[in-house]
């Protein structure tokens, strides 16, 4: 599976954006799907996930009620829209896919993608 990630670029606080993530191949309804993010200086961290069948949603506690991540099975494409956007949420965001279910542990995804800038301005 190869994913690209797209959607990123620079917005004001309180804004929102839509970062989309499309997968190569057929079996691409067959994996959870997750959002990370990495901070300058900082570890990457768990966003939101999404199971196969998205069915089951998480989100960090920093987002959950901000952000929702859809995904859309016939265009192989999960998506992150971010509303009420923070400063704080300024990071380079990565789509990453699974086959153990949706899951907040970056050590339980197989593949990632390539990242996304957010940029969010006080």
């Known amino acids: 599976v190869q994913l690209q990630a797209s959607g990123g670029g620079l917005v004001q606080a309180g804004g929102s954006l839509r970062l989309s993530c499309a997968a190569s191949?057929?079996?691409?309804?067959?994996?959870?799907m997750g959002w990370f993010r990495q901070a300058p200086g900082k570890e990457r961290e768990f966003v939101a996930a999404?199971?196969?069948?998205?069915?089951?949603?998480y989100y960090a506690d920093s987002v959950k009620g901000r952000f929702t991540i859809p995904r859309d099975n016939a265009k192989n494409t999960v998506y992150l829209q971010m509303n009420s956007l923070k400063p704080e949420d300024t990071a380079v965001y990565y789509c990453?896919?699974?086959?153990?279910?949706?899951?907040?542990?970056?050590?339980?995804?197989?593949?990632w993608g390539q990242g996304t800038q957010v940029t969010v301005s006080s």
């Open positions: 990453a896919a699974g086959r153990m279910g949706a899951t907040i542990s970056s050590r339980e995804y197989d593949y």
């Open positions: 191949g057929r079996t691409f309804s067959s994996y959870a």
């Open positions: 999404i199971s196969w069948s998205g069915g089951s949603t």
